[in-house]
């Protein structure tokens, strides 16, 4: 006899929006079809790019012959050592004085949960999470399911394609005092729009006069700006302020590794004794979330991170992403000015990183896809990634034939 299951009650999730997007566009048999939506590099002739200095690593970590061991529950030491003198600059008081706490993680997504664990378990309980209206889609479901309350703040303004500072500032005051905030450090996802260092120091006031954490999302070090230290300015400014805080970070763009899962956890604290407090229930959470980090990709980091001939090739490698990404913003705004498409198309260039929000709403980018065969997310978030000089011309016209005859 059939016992009845225990499953009737679990609804249907919808699919991931950014993989089924991806899925559509296998499945599209147009000649010209474009991919804008998926969030890894892509070299001129549209396919994913291994990186040399990679390369390099690979063989070196190869010729060595290492066991396949266990580490350590905080993962490889030498890596995670390296990856926060990468964020927070080899000469911070923080590392001199044995505030951080540092973690190697399944990438940023890893990174990210394995915080939102830590700090839900230690919060006062009701503790809100801000995020910033828009964001990553991935942070809502990784700090619900963490167990904490989400709440938007302003950030995109839709009408200037732009910061709107006076409504993040406006959001942060009205929050619940001691809350905790994610910040994109560098290159934000989904809108490329960017604080300057001056908006960072008021950002900065506003969060310790609210007593408010800072919980830094770092995706695209060295990826946006093609400078490391540039692209880490925001973090080490809240840690020279003196704040308590946590990044997440991740070595899937600006390496390449993307499959490989390379990331970090950080927490810097306010002094030694409550560093060694934290690595201990970090330590605690890690365990039961992951138990031991994987090896070979956190090799394959460590390799280039310690070497300075691999890390200045790499630092050259940064430069030629962010420069082709930088290219093709160029070209696209030109294309559409060339063509008088209606509206201003200065914001292409004026936002940073893999990703644009064009301002296209969701029924344009409906006629993209079904008409012209042009993915991207509903959102008119395009990845400059996969635009190239094959496609760019195409991609232009597409959008001026949708801002001309499908405004609604």
Same mark, same amino acid.
């Given at each position: 006899m059939a016992h009845a299951s225990n499953f009737t009650e679990v609804p249907l999730a919808p699919p991931d929006a950014i993989l089924n997007l991806s899925t559509l566009y296998k499945a599209d048999t147009f000649v010209r079809k474009v991919d804008l939506g998926v969030g890894a590099y892509r070299d001129n002739n549209g396919k994913p790019w291994v990186l040399p200095v990679v390369r390099k690593a690979e063989t070196i970590v190869f010729e060595a012959q290492p066991e396949h061991e266990y580490l350590p529950i905080g993962g490889n030491k030498s890596f995670t050592e390296a990856a926060s003198k990468l964020l927070l600059g080899s000469d911070s008081r923080a590392l001199q004085d044995n505030r951080v706490v540092s973690f190697q993680t399944i990438s940023g997504t890893g990174a990210n949960f394995l915080g939102a664990t830590f700090l839900h378990r230690f919060y006062p309980?009701?503790?809100?999470?801000?995020?910033?209206? !828009?964001?990553?889609?991935?942070?809502?479901?990784?700090?619900?399911?963490?167990?904490?309350?989400?709440?938007?703040?302003?950030?995109?303004? !839709?009408?200037?394609?732009?910061?709107?500072?006076?409504?993040?500032?406006?959001?942060?005051?009205?929050?619940?005092?001691?809350?905790?905030?994610?910040?994109?450090?560098?290159?934000?996802?989904?809108?490329?729009?960017?604080?300057?260092?001056?908006?960072?120091?008021?950002i900065a006031n506003v969060m310790q006069e609210k007593n408010h954490f800072p919980f830094f999302d770092c995706a695209y070090q060295g990826f946006a700006s093609g400078d490391l230290d540039r692209d880490a300015f925001a973090i080490r400014y809240f840690v020279e302020r003196g704040f308590e805080l946590s990044i997440a970070q991740s070595f899937a763009k600006n390496l390449g590794l993307y499959g490989e899962r390379v990331g970090c956890y950080h927490v810097v604290a306010h002094s030694a004794q409550l560093a060694q407090h934290v690595q201990s229930q970090v330590a605690r959470a890690s365990r039961a979330i992951i138990s031991n980090p994987p090896l070979y990709g956190a090799r394959i980091a460590d390799t280039v991170l310690n070497s300075p001939e691999l890390l200045a090739e790499w630092k050259e490698h940064l430069i030629a992403m962010s420069g082709r990404i930088m290219a093709m913003r160029s070209e696209l705004r030109d294309q559409l000015v060339q063509l008088g498409t209606p509206g201003n198309w200065d914001h292409i260039v004026n936002q940073i990183g893999m990703f644009s929000f064009t301002g296209l709403n969701s029924n344009q980018v409906e006629v993209m896809k079904n008409k012209h065969h042009i993915y991207m997310t509903s959102n008119g978030r395009i990845s400059m990634a996969g635009l190239s000089t094959g496609n760019v011309e195409y991609v232009a016209q597409a959008i001026d034939d949708v801002v001309r005859h499908h405004s609604t």
């Open positions: 309980k009701g503790t809100k999470v801000l995020l910033s209206n !828009p964001t990553w889609a991935n942070h809502k479901n990784i700090f619900t399911s963490a167990g904490f309350e989400i709440q938007d703040y302003c950030y995109y303004n !839709p009408k200037t394609l732009g910061l709107d500072l006076d409504g993040m500032l406006t959001s942060l005051r009205n929050a619940p005092s001691r809350s905790i905030v994610v910040l994109h450090a560098c290159a934000h996802n989904p809108t490329g729009v960017d604080p300057t260092p001056e908006q960072w120091k008021e």
